[in-house]
Each structure stands twice: as structure tokens, then as C-alpha cells.
């Protein structure tokens, strides 16, 4: 069994900052990448920004500048940090994480229940 959590999420204002946090835990053999995903209403999941072990971080171009994330591969955690944030961005938040449970298992993605951004104007 894995364990994804999310806390963070919240309502700010345009311009504003949040800071997500998310935690793996459970059946981990190992971590290929952890990231973050959104959805806003009406619309498909889409990447935020994801960040593969011993790797440099990808972003979304419509977030790249103001989010930053990181990770700490000790107490597997990742954390997203969403700075001037705009209405757009407002979206649930997922977390992701890209695991084998096992040495010779396959890597499967595992997902949060995700936490609510609203940015207000």
C-alpha cells in the first residue's frame, strides 16, 4: 500500500503566494519522479511541474518563473511553491508520484486526493 497526501491548498488573492506539501509513504522500493498535476473545472488534468530523481525540474510554460518545485528524497516529500499567483491557477492540485513497490516490480503513478487552489482577482 502507498500513501499520497496532500495539505496546503487555500484561497488567496491575485498576486499572492501557496505553498503545497505532499508526502509518500507505505510500500516504496523506489521513487522515479514526484510532481504536482491540476484540473480546473470543465477541464483535463495537465502537468504543473514534475521532478525526476537526481533530475532538473520541468514546468509547465504557463507556471514556469512563479512555481518552484522540490523535493526531498529522504522523507520523500515534495512541495510546490506557487508564487504571483493568477486566477487562472485555480484548479485542484494533485500530487504525484512515479513508484516501484518492489526490486523488480514496474514504476506505476500513485495520486493524491488533491487539495483546492482558488486565486481570486
Known amino acids: 500500500q502507498v500513501q499520497v497526501v496532500e495539505s496546503g491548498g487555500g484561497l488567496v488573492q491575485a498576486g499572492g503566494s501557496l505553498r503545497l506539501s505532499c508526502a509518500v509513504s507505505g510500500s516504496i522500493f523506489s521513487i522515479n519522479a514526484m510532481g504536482w498535476y491540476r484540473q480546473a473545472p470543465g477541464k483535463e488534468r495537465e502537468l504543473v511541474g514534475t521532478?525526476?530523481?537526481?533530475?532538473?525540474?520541468n514546468y509547465a510554460g504557463s507556471v514556469k518563473g512563479r512555481f518552484t518545485i522540490s523535493r526531498d528524497n529522504a522523507k520523500n516529500t515534495v512541495d510546490l511553491q506557487m508564487n504571483n499567483l493568477k486566477p487562472e491557477d485555480t484548479a485542484v492540485y494533485y500530487c504525484?508520484?512515479?513508484?516501484?513497490?518492489?526490486?523488480?516490480?514496474?514504476?506505476?503513478?500513485?495520486w493524491g486526493q488533491g487539495t483546492q487552489v482558488t486565486v481570486s482577482s
Open positions: 504525484n508520484a512515479y513508484i516501484r513497490t518492489w526490486a523488480w516490480g514496474s514504476f506505476n503513478n500513485y
Open positions: 521532478l525526476y530523481t537526481g533530475g532538473s525540474p
